[in-house]
C-alpha cells in the first residue's frame, strides 16, 4: 500500500513539474502572457506552482526527512539569504520604481528555485527535460498548421486575437494554439514566419535554440536524430537570423570537441574548413540583416538604452521595467516599434551595474567553473545563454530566473559553502 501511495506521489509530482516547465516556455513571451484582455499573469501562476511543489515533493511525500533536509538547506545558506535580500533591498531603495515583476522574480521566484535545487539538484534537469518534451509537442503542431495553412494556403484562421507587443495590434489565430504575427521578405516575396505560440518568431527561436542547446550539450540519454530534425526545422522556419547563427554556433562547438580530443590531421583540417564556412555564413547573415529596418532598429536599441543608462544613473540605471525611459531615447525612425531586442544593454538601463552584476555573475563563474572541471559541454551551453542575452529580450522571462538559479546554486554549493 505504501508502494502505491508512494508511486502516486511521484506522478502527482512528475506532472506538477511538467506545469512549471510550461509556465517557464509560456513566460519566454507567449500570446497568452500578452493579450490585453484575460492576460496570464505567470509569474503569479509559476509562484503558486512552485509553494505546491515544493509543500508536495519535499514534505508531503517524506515528511521527516525533508523538513530535516529543508532546516538543514536554510542553516546552511542563511547568510547567503540574509545577504542577497539585503542587496536587492538596497537596489530597491535606490531604483525606486520596484513593481510586481521586480518581487515576484528576485525575492519570491529565484530564492524558491534556489531552495528547490539546494534540495534536490535532479530537479534542474527534470524541468529542462520537461520543457523540452512540451516544445516538441508545440513544434510538430506548429509545423503541420504552418504548413497547411502559411504555406499551402489549405487552412484559414479562425479569429483574431488583441495583443499588447511593441504596439496593440490583432493577430491571426488557428483555434487559440497557432498564430500568425510576422512576415519576412526574401527578394520581394513575402514569407509567413513560424511564430507559433509566440508574440514574434525571435521568442521562439529563443525558445527552441534554448531547448537544443539543453539537448546538445546537457542532455544525458542517447539523443534522437528526429528530435534534433524537428528543433532544427522548426528555427529555420522563423526566418530568425539570431536561431540561424546559434545553431552554427552550436555545431561548430560540437566539431570543436572532436577537434580537440582528435589527433587525425583529417579532422583537424576538416573542422577549420567548416570553421572558415560558418563565419562566412554566420558574417553574410548579420550584414544582410544590418542592412534591413528590423536590422536598424536592434542597433538604435542598443543605442538608445545605452543612452538611457549613462543618461539615468550607472550605478542603478533609470528603473526596473522603465520602458518608458528607453522609448524617450528611441530614433524618430521607428514610429511605433518600440520593442526591444536585446536583454544586456535593457539591463544596465532599467538596472545599471548593480542589476547587471546580478546577472554577471553566474555566467562568468558557469565558464570558469566548466573550464576549471573539463567540462565543455556546460560551457558551450552557456555561451549559447550568453549569445542570446546580448541579441534576445528575454531578461524578464521565468527561463532566465531559472538559469540565475542553478548558477547561484552551483556557485553556493562549490564555494560559499564548506
Known amino acids: ?127 529542462f527535460v520537461k520543457l523540452l518534451k512540451i516544445l516538441l509537442v508545440v513544434s510538430v503542431v506548429s509545423l503541420v498548421l504552418y504548413l497547411f495553412i502559411d504555406v499551402l494556403g489549405l487552412f484559414k484562421y479562425t479569429g483574431k ?95 570543436l570537441t572532436k577537434f580537440l580530443k582528435g589527433k587525425n590531421k583529417t579532422i583537424k583540417i576538416s573542422f577549420i574548413a567548416v570553421l572558415v564556412v560558418s563565419v562566412l555564413i554566420s558574417g553574410v547573415l548579420l550584414v544582410n540583416k544590418l542592412k534591413t529596418n528590423s536590422g536598424s532598429i536592434r542597433v538604435d536599441d542598443y543605442k538608445a538604452c545605452y543612452k538611457t543608462w549613462v543618461n539615468s544613473n550607472i550605478l542603478y540605471g533609470a528603473g526596473y521595467n522603465n520602458m518608458d525611459a528607453v522609448v524617450a531615447n528611441m530614433s524618430d525612425f521607428r514610429s511605433n516599434n518600440q520593442g526591444l531586442s536585446n536583454s544586456i544593454m535593457y539591463v544596465l538601463a532599467e538596472g545599471g551595474i548593480l542589476l547587471f552584476i546580478v546577472y554577471l555573475i553566474p555566467f562568468v563563474y558557469s565558464i570558469y567553473r566548466s573550464i576549471v572541471k573539463k567540462d565543455y559541454n556546460v560551457m558551450y551551453f552557456s555561451i549559447i545563454i550568453g549569445y542570446l542575452f546580448i541579441t534576445t529580450m528575454f531578461c524578464h522571462v521565468i527561463i532566465m530566473t531559472n538559469i540565475l538559479a542553478i548558477g547561484y546554486h552551483r556557485l553556493a554549493k562549490d564555494y560559499l559553502i564548506r
Open 161 to 255: 486575437i488583441y495583443i499588447d507587443w511593441g504596439t496593440k495590434k490583432y493577430v491571426d489565430s488557428f483555434l487559440g494554439i497557432y498564430f500568425k504575427t510576422q512576415y519576412t521578405t526574401f527578394k520581394g516575396l513575402i514569407i509567413p514566419r513560424n511564430t507559433s505560440i509566440f508574440t514574434e518568431a525571435p521568442m521562439y527561436s529563443l525558445a527552441l535554440i534554448i531547448s537544443l542547446a539543453f539537448y546538445e550539450f546537457i542532455y544525458k540519454k542517447k539523443r534522437s536524430p528526429i528530435v534534433r530534425s524537428i528543433l532544427i526545422l522548426s528555427v529555420l522556419t522563423t526566418f530568425s537570423t539570431t536561431g540561424y547563427i546559434a545553431i552554427i554556433i552550436i555545431y561548430v562547438s560540437k566539431l
Open 1 to 127: 500500500m505504501k508502494e502505491g501511495n508512494s508511486n502516486t506521489k511521484d506522478i502527482l509530482a512528475n506532472i506538477l513539474e511538467y506545469f512549471i516547465s510550461a509556465a517557464f516556455l509560456l513566460s519566454m513571451h507567449s500570446i497568452y502572457v500578452s493579450t490585453v484582455a484575460n492576460k496570464l499573469r505567470i509569474n503569479i501562476v509559476l509562484v503558486a506552482l512552485l509553494l505546491l511543489y515544493i509543500a508536495f515533493k519535499f514534505y508531503i511525500k517524506d515528511p521527516n526527512y525533508t523538513y530535516k533536509k529543508i532546516k538543514k538547506s536554510i542553516i546552511k545558506y542563511k547568510w547567503i539569504g540574509l545577504s542577497y535580500f539585503l542587496y536587492f533591498i538596497i537596489f530597491a531603495l535606490l531604483n525606486r520604481t520596484i513593481n510586481s515583476n521586480f518581487i515576484s522574480t528576485f525575492i519570491m521566484i529565484l530564492p524558491m528555485l534556489f531552495l528547490i535545487y539546494s534540495i534536490d539538484s535532479k530537479a534542474i534537469n527534470n524541468f
